[in-house]
């Protein structure tokens, strides 16, 4: 036979938590013996095993007392239930655990997996932060807006970014950020980018190129993210579109328009 103290430390529980349990109802409460205490059996050290395990478990004392008086079918069906209510539980919080995680990985909140990747690839290769930031938001909503396509998207722009013409361009694209619209570099950026565009169209088609299929209000949206944080691009398509493409976000092959006469050139 126990004693209250001796059944507490034996079941797990406080000696106030045994007598909430008795004034609740759910723990029979033993007459006290010849010396003035009350003892417990070993039914009592099962009752309250089953009674803490389930009130841990998260189920309302109401609910632990109608389940203790339950048969066996009802309570092994009971437990049955609580017991997908948890798994469920422990997947829902190993979600939250996951995007807890992510919070102190920046990008990896708001984005795919494969970008994240991405974005870390061009980090690795030298591209200046503003023009990977100026990537990373165009990502954002274009995942958000078709989110199914951002896997197919995502295998090109990493077959893309293999190409040295175009990493050469990024880089350079780098160097260039915080010239004016003026500078040299900028027309040698769109030639070269220009070339590398007819090439690609030319190699794999125009659809190549240009495989969005995005709203106009996105394409708009996207278009603005990239010139607020990379200000030369806004140059960029100026000069593209002398060379027979424009767009940003877009990218479209248009006839080349003339370019304008370089101050002091002889015209041809």
Do not use: N
Not at 234 to 241: F, N, Q, S, V, Y
């Amino acid at each position: 036979m126990l004693t209250i103290g001796e059944l507490a430390s034996y079941a797990g529980v406080t000696v106030r938590a045994v007598r909430h349990y008795h004034a609740k109802g759910l723990l029979p409460e033993p007459e006290r013996d010849h010396s003035g205490y009350r003892r417990y059996d070993a039914g009592a050290v099962v009752e309250l095993i089953k009674i803490r395990t389930l009130a841990e478990a998260g189920v309302p004392l109401a609910r632990v007392r109608e389940l203790l008086r339950a048969g066996e079918e009802e309570f092994a069906a009971a437990v049955a239930d609580i017991d997908r209510r948890l798994r469920a539980e422990i997947r829902e919080r190993q979600r939250h655990r996951e995007r807890i995680a992510r919070l102190a990985s920046g990008d990896g909140l708001a984005l795919p997996v494969e970008v994240v990747e991405y974005l870390d690839r061009l980090r690795a290769l030298g591209v200046d932060e503003r023009i990977v930031r100026a990537e990373r938001d165009g990502w954002i909503p274009l995942a958000a807006h078709s989110p199914a396509r951002v896997p197919a998207w995502m295998a090109r722009k990493r077959e893309q970014i293999e190409d040295p013409r175009l990493v050469d361009f990024y880089l350079t694209l780098s160097q260039a950020l915080d010239r004016a619209d003026d500078d040299p570099r900028l027309v040698e950026l769109a030639d070269r980018l220009a070339a590398y565009l007819t090439d690609m169209a030319d190699e794999r088609g125009e659809d190549y190129v240009d495989d969005t299929e995005m709203a106009s209000p996105l394409v708009t949206l996207m278009d603005r993210l990239a010139f607020d944080t990379v200000p030369p691009a806004r140059r960029l398509i100026e000069l593209l579109g002398q060379r027979g493409w424009t767009g940003w976000t877009k990218l479209v092959r248009v006839a080349p328009r003339c370019r304008p006469i370089s101050r002091g050139a002889a015209p041809r």
